[in-house]
Every structure is written in structure tokens, then in C-alpha cells.
């Protein structure tokens, strides 16, 4: 069956610090691959998505590459603000009937000052 | 625009009462979603609706039971709750292979 595995949280960093959170998958064929964001007391926001291999998805700073041979989609920020503070998810799609997320268990990032 | 709406925002019922939760997109998406997300844990799948057909239950119990009036609109209706269903109820709705999450409704069950 299909998963995704995160690295366990919380991860603590200083503002403008290097981030990387780690995602892998198992899954059959070629699935779409998803970042999302959750902010205290709000719902998942889509941060990025790659649909095929070696796609990079990127959005506000953020990045996450396709990787088929390592089964991979790690987030990467070059400076993290406090404003990131949040958990992160990382998802796929089979893209079968239903178009149901496989979800990770989520990566709590807390950013100080 | 990507926006899904939900209402309420927060909603507090007894075990003996009758409440609805509703979601609203005007993406022209074809697909919509229940989930319910316990703190600390991803998004738990209930129910999705395609075409305005129940389409998937994950074997959820019979006091939550959605309805899906038109292709805009999903409810969830909600009666004789447990205290362990109080969480996060998000909706969410789909383009292709792509979900979009609403802000959810904060439901508590005394």
C-alpha cells in the first residue's frame, strides 16, 4: 500500500536558519507528490506539488524536488521567519479513483527569534 | 481563487443534539471531502462525494452522515456525537489531483 514518512518533530530553528524536512514515500506507479502547511487554529494550506519525476515544486521561499530513485520530496528553505512557524505535511496522490492523500505524520517547525 | 468556506468556525453541542456543518466552493470543483483531524495527528479521511454521489465511507459511524445538495455545497450532519468526536472537521474539494482544504470547523462535544 502506499505511505509517506516524515521526520519526527519538532523542529526548532533561529530566524533566517537553513531548513530541510525530510519526506519519503512508498507507492506503485507515479503518484503527485504534495507539501501542505498548517498554522495554528486554521485548516491545510497547499504550499507546493510535483506531479512527475524531477519536477521541483516552489513556492513563497520553498522548495521540494522530485526524487523517483530515492523515493524523496524533502522541503528546503534557504532562511526561515518566525511567520513559518507551523506543521508541515507531505502527501501523495495515487491519482486513482477518488483521488484520496496519503498523508505523513506531519513535522511540527518552530522558528525563534 | 482557491478558496474553500466552512461554517462555523467553532461549534459546541451536547451528545443528544442535532447540528450541521457546511462547506462551500465555487471552483467549479467536481469532488469534495470530509476529513476529521484529532491535535497533533494528519487528516483522517471520512467521506467523499464525486459528481454529487457519495463515492467513498470509510467506514464511518452512522451519527455523522453527509449530504451533498448541489455540486457547490457539502454538509455534514451531526447527531447523538461521543466526546471523542470532538476535533478538527476540514472539507476540501478537488481540481484533478490537487486538494484544496477549507479552514475547518472546531467542533466540541460535552
Known amino acids: 500500500g502506499n505511505s509517506v514518512t516524515q521526520m519526527e518533530g519538532p523542529v526548532t530553528l533561529s530566524e533566517e536558519a537553513f531548513l530541510t524536512i525530510n519526506c519519503t514515500y512508498t507507492?506503485?506507479?507515479?503518484?503527485?507528490l504534495f507539501w501542505y502547511v498548517q498554522y495554528p487554529g486554521e485548516g491545510l494550506q497547499l504550499l507546493l506539488k510535483?506531479?512527475?519525476?524531477?519536477d521541483k515544486g516552489s513556492n513563497k521561499g520553498f522548495e521540494a524536488t522530485y526524487r523517483k530513485e530515492t523515493t524523496s520530496f524533502h522541503l528546503e528553505k534557504g532562511s526561515v521567519q518566525v511567520s513559518d512557524s507551523a506543521v508541515y505535511f507531505c502527501?501523495?496522490?495515487?491519482?486513482?479513483?477518488?483521488?484520496?492523500?496519503?498523508f505523513g505524520g506531519g513535522t511540527r517547525l518552530m522558528v525563534k527569534p | 481563487d482557491t478558496e474553500v468556506t466552512q461554517t462555523p468556525k467553532h461549534l459546541v453541542m451536547g451528545m443528544t443534539n442535532k447540528k450541521s456543518l457546511k462547506c462551500e466552493q465555487h471552483?467549479?470543483?467536481?469532488?469534495m471531502y470530509w476529513y476529521k483531524q484529532k491535535a497533533k495527528k494528519p487528516p483522517e479521511l471520512m467521506f467523499v462525494y464525486s459528481y454529487e454521489k457519495l463515492s467513498i465511507n470509510e467506514s464511518v459511524p452512522s451519527r455523522f452522515s453527509p449530504e451533498c445538495p448541489n455540486s457547490s455545497l457539502l454538509n455534514l450532519h451531526l447527531h447523538a456525537l461521543q466526546p471523542e468526536d470532538s476535533a478538527l472537521y476540514l472539507c476540501?474539494?478537488?481540481?484533478?489531483?490537487?486538494?484544496?482544504f477549507g479552514p475547518g470547523t472546531r467542533l466540541t462535544v460535552l
Open positions: 510535483a506531479t512527475k519525476a524531477d
Open positions: 471552483m467549479g470543483h467536481r469532488a
Open positions: 507507492a506503485t506507479g507515479y503518484p503527485s
Open positions: 476540501a474539494s478537488s481540481q484533478v489531483d490537487t486538494q484544496y
Open positions: 502527501a501523495l496522490n495515487r491519482n486513482n479513483a477518488g483521488n484520496m492523500l496519503t
